[in-house]
């Protein structure tokens, strides 16, 4: 297990640091399974060996556009012509049984904790094709300034720093999500991507030495593709790029 679970040293995160640490303090029957309720072996661990192995075995083909499970030769029906703003996805699986679950609990801050163990699962399940992108950065996928002040917590931010953690690249923060976007999942395809547009934009200030460069985008959950596609077009017309998208759950 990583050294860095509790210092803010090593996930120079903003709020990172304390967000694990609290959460972590704040467990009731840490070393338990989320999936299973059986022992983990591992105070920090959020599942056992066995619903691990399962999870694993979850993460089988998909779409290298989209994500989405397709068979060994069967083509992508649902990206296939549509256009997305991104040009990579990588999910750790199907959004749903334990990915979905535990998605549910990393959205809460007394959650944060398990962002770690997520971030070693994507990189056990998907590591290859991850470093395969060859990004220069992981950017966060970022809340609405005022979001994150209630909730004092991004599930995101969480994932994106023990992932650059786990892949050893840093985490760049150029976007802002300047048009606060509420209750989405009520909304059809289209109004959905209207309401999105202009809702990311990047910050010139914050760029570094992105444009030009492949970068992760990542975010706990990949439904529709508006969020990540407005956030993926907002570093693009920055000039950073390609832009592949790093998920848990891929959601249909
Ligand atoms: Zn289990
Ligand atoms: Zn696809």
């Known amino acids: 297990m990583g050294q860095g679970r509790e210092g803010e040293g090593r996930f120079a995160g903003p709020g990172l640091g304390r967000w694990l640490g609290e959460a972590v303090g704040g467990l009731a029957f840490p070393g338990d399974c989320l999936v299973c309720d059986g022992p983990t072996g591992d105070r920090l661990a959020?599942?056992?060996p066995e619903c691990r192995g399962e999870l694993l075995d979850a993460s089988g083909p998909s779409c290298p556009r989209c994500a989405l499970p397709v068979g060994p030769y069967a083509g992508c029906g649902w990206c296939a012509g549509r256009p997305l703003g991104f040009d990579r996805a990588v999910a750790l699986g199907p959004y749903q049984g334990p990915i979905r679950h535990l998605c549910l609990r990393l959205k809460r801050r007394e959650g944060a904790w398990?962002?770690?163990g997520m971030a070693d699962l994507l990189v056990e399940a998907r590591g290859e094709e991850i470093r395969g992108l060859g990004a220069s950065a992981v950017v966060?996928?970022?809340l609405h300034w005022r979001?994150?002040?209630?909730?004092?917590?991004?599930?995101?931010e969480a994932l994106a720093a023990c992932l650059a953690d786990r892949l050893g690249l840093p985490?760049?923060?150029?976007l802002?999500?300047?048009?606060a976007t509420e209750a989405l999942w009520r909304l059809g395809r289209a109004e959905r991507r209207r309401l999105l547009r202009g809702a990311f934009r990047a910050d010139p200030r914050r760029l570094g030495g992105l444009p030009g460069r492949p970068v992760l985008l990542v975010d706990d959950i990949l439904t529709t593709g508006a969020t990540c596609g407005a956030a993926a077009r907002a570093l693009k017309a920055a000039g950073v790029g390609p832009v592949a998208v790093?998920?848990?759950g891929r959601a249909e």
């Open 176 to 179: 802002r999500r300047v048009r």
């Open 171 to 174: 985490v760049a923060r150029p």
């Open 246 to 248: 790093v998920v848990l």
């Open 140 to 142: 966060p996928v970022p």
């Open 114 to 116: 398990i962002a770690p």
């Open 147 to 156: 979001k994150r002040w209630r909730r004092r917590y991004d599930q995101a």
């Open 46 to 48: 959020p599942v056992c």
